[in-house]
Each structure stands twice: as structure tokens, then as C-alpha cells.
Nanobody
Framework: QVQLIESGGGLVQAGGSLRLSCAAS????????MGWFRQAPGKEREFVAR??????YYVDSVNGRFTISRDNAKNTVYLQMNSLKPEDTAVYYC??????????????????WGQGTQVAVSS
């Protein structure tokens, strides 16, 4: 079973940057699709980004501003967030898809979830 632990969240001014990290346990990390969801207060969780064997995918609202990457040797996935906006304020969750399924944008596709890290963007 995989455990995911996020870090790197915090408070930042609009236009600033943060880099989130997700450290994963498990011997088969390199075979998993990895991604990020987020949940703003009072809203449902939404897909943010994913990296898998076929490529990299982003929700339209972050495309061009956020970059997902992974370092399999370190069992770590990253989310570099630039040009942050107040609407990016949310708890960000690291997720893992064990079978590399095609339902990339659905919560149900992912087998493992981290506890979340808070990102707050002030105006």
C-alpha cells in the first residue's frame, strides 16, 4: 500500500510561486500515474494535473501556470505553481493511480490520496 505525504503549501501573494512536493512510499512508484487534485472551501475536489506514461495533463485553469513533474529515484512528485491567483486557494492533494487508467479527471480513478497541504493566495 502506498502512502502519500504532501508538503510545500503556504501563504503567498498573488503572482507568486510555490512548489508542492509529494513523497510516496511503495516499491512500484515508478509504475503509477501520479497527480494532484485540489479542494477550495465549500467546493468539491477538482482535478489539477496528472503525469503518466502517455503524457502530462492539466485542468484548463492552471495550464501554462502549473507544472507537474516526478523524480522516480526519490519517489517524489512535484507541482510547481507560478503566477498564482486567489482562486488557486485550496487544499491540494497528491494522488496515485495504480493501474494507469483512462479516467484521468475523476476522483474514482485514484487509489491513494495524501492528507493535503494548504495553499492560500492573497490579493
Amino acid at each position: 500500500q502506498v502512502q502519500l505525504i504532501e508538503s510545500g503549501g503556504g501563504l503567498v501573494q498573488a503572482g507568486g510561486s510555490l512548489r508542492l512536493s509529494c513523497a510516496a512510499s511503495g516499491r512500484t512508484f515508478s509504475n503509477y500515474a501520479m497527480g494532484w487534485f485540489r479542494q477550495a472551501p465549500g467546493k468539491e475536489r477538482e482535478f489539477v494535473a496528472r503525469i503518466d506514461w502517455s503524457g502530462i495533463y492539466y485542468v484548463d485553469s492552471v495550464n501554462g501556470r502549473f507544472t507537474i513533474s516526478r523524480d522516480n529515484a526519490k519517489n517524489t512528485v512535484y507541482l510547481q505553481m507560478n503566477s498564482l491567483k486567489p482562486e488557486d486557494t485550496a487544499v491540494y492533494y497528491c494522488v496515485a493511480d495504480r493501474i494507469n487508467g483512462l479516467g484521468r479527471y475523476k476522483e474514482s480513478q485514484y487509489d491513494y490520496w495524501g492528507q493535503g497541504t494548504q495553499v492560500a493566495v492573497s490579493s
